[in-house]
């Protein structure tokens, strides 16, 4: 039955066995997703791995046949394209689909001389039942690839889209179970109260794309549980530019990065850092780029993007007071519309300073050099991205090695993300764990320790039973402590073989 048709409707109870054990009018409609998904997983549909390829397999075929319902939604949500979007989850999924055998299978470790004849080794196993709590910025994006990792890692997963996009929540909740696996993978959609009794329900992981706020609310309600959490959050993401570095180059890739989307990319640069020798003309190249990229008038111009809401719209708009604009400033309510906006000669203590932005509003903090840039972004929470603009490889290195922060780009903004070898998550306050790739299986798996001794040769295990004599105790200790690099010992055992067959052949010539 179409159980998504209403947010009341009870599903029809089919697929358990034993569902006359359950007191069902008793228990929300998120509880009953949970356990149907729970019990789905216990029966081990989800761990083969052509059933996984099967299931990533067909969320490629529905982004590719759906591909128009999905731009049609994201329009109407952000007034934007989706293309980076589908690009990206294509090649998530079609990047998990290729390497996933790989992925799975145990990863021998190094052994120690005690357990040389041992199997030892790591095997990724299923964590159980996840739930993907996404963010309306990128809904499809930032929701769907949690689940691809959780499909390639065995799992079954709840996936829980942001209300606030509410066109691309539509889309997913009605047209996802056509492609995938109902009891596995269900779409819950609703508020926040749909979101607390989901929270309230127990998850073996659970994977948040949202602000620190409420991240610190999903890891409290978590804990009730022991769950393991990913918080994938956000923050103030510095950029700074070098005085030396070619500004036409950097401010139209700070640019691109800054107001895609409205502003609202949880890694756009956030503010901009530089000497106050160069202020005006970094002001004055993001001016002709605002220009080339969205015209004179971004407000007709079709690729320029709305807030989400009023209450954004009116939450950005408040950031700019106290500030000198210098570019941009112009707004319509109506429409949530915000230009692109750069704001000069912004201090810390500056309103717009003491919050993420998350709109198309760009200050510019002046610093006398590198070294106050560093210490300005130390003195604040760890960013989910730090962006360096310079020529000097000395200077990236200098501040890559005294800051931290959840990516670190230089010379560019965003692209990071595109890269799937590459871990995407925060630290600190900018969030915790992260994903694409085999990172995202990794961190929705279980990463079991195993080790298979044989019954035999009883005798080499008399060291570690007692009495414990001080001669045990030193051959013990050279047993335990002496590591075996069996790689490396092949390559000398090989290197040995061709030594002796080549003097062999010199012998008999």
Known sequence: SDWASSPHHIWE?????DAKDLNIRSMSREQLVVERARRAFQTGM?????????????????????????????KKDLNKVSLFETLGLEGEIDVAVERLAEWAAPRPVEKSLLTILDEVYIQPEPLGVVL??????????????????????GNAAVVKPSEVSSHSAKVMEELLPLYLDKELYPVVCGGVSETQELLRQRF???????????????MEAAARHLTP?????????PCYIDKDVDLRVACRRITWGKFVNCGQTCIAPDYILCEPSIQN?????????????????????????RIINQRHFQRVMSLLEGST???????????????????KDVTGASKVMQEEIFGPVLPIVTVSGVDEAIQFINEREKPLALYVFSPDNKLIRRVIAETSSGALVANDCLVHFTVNALPFGGVGNSGMGRYHSQHGFDQLSHLRACLIKKLNMEDSNAMRYPPHTAKKLGWARFFFLKRVNLRRLRRMALLALFSALAAFIVQVR
């Open 13 to 17: 109870w089919k697929f358990l066995p």
């Open 46 to 74: 989800s761990k083969p791995l052509k059933f996984r390829v099967h299931q990533l397999k067909n969320l490629h075929r529905f982004i590719t046949e759906r591909h128009k319902d999905i731009a049609d939604a994201v």
């Open 132 to 153: 993907i709590i996404g963010a309306w910025n990128y809904p499809w994006a930032v929701t769907l690839q949690p689940l691809v990792a959780a499909i390639a890692a």
């Open 204 to 218: 073996d992981h659970i994977f948040y794309t949202g602000n620190s706020t409420v991240g610190k609310l999903v």
């Open 229 to 237: 959490v990913t918080l994938e959050l956000g923050g103030k993401s």
């Open 281 to 305: 003309r970094v002001v004055e190249e993001i001016r002709k780029c605002i220009t080339e990229f969205y015209t004179d008038d971004p407000k007709t111009f079709e690729d320029y993007g």
């Open 325 to 343: 604009v210098a570019i941009g400033g112009d707004s319509d309510q109506s429409q949530c519309y915000i230009a692109p906006t750069v704001l």
